[in-house]
């Protein structure tokens, strides 16, 4: 029905009564004017063209310096916090979603949670291990494998990392009780053979992954791999975007798909679940990844408000560094070799990135105010840590904005000191990796930044 008014409406601009071509007429307005309009009406009315309906890449103006977050896209300053969530949060959302992730999957009507197992022996007895399978829909609608390891013998629900992993939950502890991943993974991984985890997989990651640990400080764990969800191939699907191409008859059609946003919408369906146990605090989920799993937990921080803090660990482009960066990874490279992690609007910006409409300084800033660490390694510049720092400082203002504190650090702090203010940083020795002294400073942030029991 709004589209139907708004197709008149525009009329008087376009002459052409339907939301497509209406958009065309529209941009031969100011393309600040045509993207905010573009933005408020189009995604959400006009179902058959939300694309068109924002101005072509090309038509976007060109900006070195990383977009200001508190700036709208017609020009106008964000003067109150109500604004800032009322109106720019949305349209950074929508801006996201079109112009670089694609659009995040719609929650499914209803989620299925099945216990596989529950024991009160794991480690030692120290810590329950919870095996719960999350299936999302019926048919070939993806089913989750959740490994939740909850502490005993404590006063309350604890605070929990919800962490997405590469190789299955089985890598992390050579446990016979935990199933071994039916998804799809790459033959990276240790013990998978032919694109599958087999049983010499087991606790393969353990080192990475120091369980006992993060249980002896009062955390919990909850864990999932990313190929329960959707398998990291280009233009190959055995996850929700097959399941979302069998549903297209209902209109859920998989068009502007990313593989980012559905391993996103997969943190999503684990909240969903986590916000239901009484094992676990629902006010304190830390969305947590390493490198291509860390683009995808900032993205689901930045777009779920129910998750807490935000580790995106070595994300780099497409995640905690900023795609107009000019060290190492660069938006052209990125999109080269993996096609499919993000739309096919953000290949228009191979060449061009200073002309996204958001750098993704815009995307912490969705966080805001929360708090989010950007972990880096010295020996992993394809990440650009110095460009992450500026990332952060860039999204600051937004958390000043907001009356939270922001990054107390002015300057890139030295290797192997973390900044513990809401917006973190922290930069070590080494290369592209996660263990188990990243962990420390993972919980290190959390004990500083959460309110632990
Ligand atoms: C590649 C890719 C990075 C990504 C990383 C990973 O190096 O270029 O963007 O973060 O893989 O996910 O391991």
Not at 77 to 95: F, G, H, I
Not at 142 to 149: A, F, K, Q, T, W
Not at 256 to 273: K, L
Request: hydrophobic share 40%; proline share 7%; glycine share 8%.
């Amino acid at each position: 029905m709004i589209c139907f008014v708004m197709r008149f409406w525009i009329l008087g601009f376009a002459m052409r009564p339907n939301c497509q071509t209406a958009s065309r007429g529209l941009a031969l307005l100011h393309p600040g004017f045509v993207l905010a309009l573009a933005i408020v009406f189009a995604p959400r009315f006009c179902s058959n063209s939300s694309a068109a309906s924002f101005p072509e890449a090309s038509s976007l103006p060109a900006r070195a310096e990383l977009p200001d977050p508190l700036v709208m896209s017609d020009g106008r300053r964000v003067s109150s916090p109500e604004q800032w969530s009322k109106e720019r949060r949305p349209e950074l959302k929508a801006l996201f979603e079109q112009y670089m992730y694609g659009a995040i999957p719609p929650k499914p009507t209803r989620t299925e949670s099945r216990v596989i197992g529950d024991y009160r022996d794991f480690l030692g007895g120290k810590a329950t291990l919870k095996l719960l399978r999350l299936e999302t829909g019926p048919t070939n609608a993806p089913r989750i494998d959740l490994m939740l390891i909850v502490p005993n013998g404590r006063s309350g629900p604890p605070p929990t990392f919800l962490a997405m992993n590469f190789c299955g939950n089985q890598a992390l502890c050579n446990d016979p009780r935990i199933p071994l991943s039916k998804g799809w993974m790459g033959n990276s991984c240790n013990g998978c053979s032919n694109n599958a985890a087999t049983e010499a997989s087991r606790g393969s990651q353990a080192a990475n992954w120091p369980l006992a640990e993060i249980v002896r400080r009062g955390y919990a764990l909850a864990t999932f791999h990313s190929g329960d969800v959707d398998s990291d191939r280009a233009n190959v699907s055995d996850g929700i975007y097959a399941w979302l191409a069998e549903e297209k008859k209902r209109g859920n059609s998989p068009a502007n798909r990313g593989t980012i946003a559905a391993w996103a919408w997969g943190f999503m369906r684990c909240v969903d679940y986590l916000a239901t146990d009484r094992d676990v605090d629902a006010h304190r989920i830390a969305a947590l990844g390493h490198s291509r799993n860390g683009k995808t937990a900032l993205l689901a921080a930045a777009f779920d408000e129910r998750i807490a803090m935000a580790f995106p660990h070595q994300a780099g482009c497409g995640g905690s560094a900023p795609s107009r960066g000019k060290v190492g990874e660069s938006v052209r490279a990125i999109n080269d070799r993996f096609e499919h992690w993000f739309n096919a609007e953000f290949k228009k910006f191979n060449d061009a990135p200073e002309r996204l409409p958001f750098d993704q300084n815009c995307l912490v800033a969705l966080c805001a105010p929360r708090p989010v660490l950007f972990s880096a390694a010295e020996g992993d510049q394809w990440s650009n840590p110095a460009g992450q720092f500026e990332v952060l400082r860039a999204a600051d203002p937004v958390y000043r904005f907001l009356g939270a504190e922001g990054l107390s650090a002015k300057e890139m702090s030295p290797v192997g000191k973390l900044v513990d203010s809401r917006l973190g940083y922290y930069i070590r020795e080494g290369k592209h990796s996660m263990t188990a002294e990243d962990w420390k400073v993972f919980m290190d942030f959390a004990d500083r930044q959460g309110q632990k029991e």
